[in-house]
């Protein structure tokens, strides 16, 4: 697997996943909302943003993370060795953003765009992972259903989740 897209709400642990990823295989990770997000909560245009992931997709090897917007969606994904979509119930995405947010006032998140306060923003980015679970989920959904199966990995718990970032651990201890 060269190519890796993690897609998947708000507060799904996207960021800390590619991470593990890439720290297994060696593999160069890239998160969206640092390329989209600009400081102070300036997204860039949708074409801009177009041009930088066709350039990052047309890569030989690379781990994406994120949704950006919905029109590159199905490049990433076509382009992908694996889709990981991580489908956690609403409130486990809302309860998780809200922990980074608050988590932020001393650290930095993984793949977070610097300069953006996240406890400011808590509130947009709950109706962000709202959008997303009412709009969004079910374009990927649909997007994945002309996947190949053996191409996708659909993560539906908290449990599941754990189970496949234990996988990873065990990677990264071997090598």
Known sequence: MNRIAILGNGGAGKS????LIG????????HLDQI??????????ESEFQRKHEQIVAMPSWVIEGLGYNSTLWSRMRSADQIIFIDLPIFQHLFWAAKRSFKSLW?????????????RKLPYIFRIIWHVHKN???????????????????IKSKR?????RGKLNILNKAC
């Open 136 to 154: 969004t989920r079910p374009y990927i959904l649909k997007l994945l259903s002309d996947c190949l199966p053996e191409k996708v990995v659909h």
């Open 160 to 164: 599941e989740l754990i189970e496949f």
């Open 23 to 30: 720290r297994a295989t060696g593999i160069p990770v890239f």
């Open 16 to 19: 800390t996943l590619a991470l």
């Open 107 to 119: 650290t930095a998140p993984n793949g977070w765009s610097s300069g953006n306060s996240l406890m």
């Open 36 to 45: 989209i997000w600009e400081e102070n909560w300036k997204a860039i245009s």
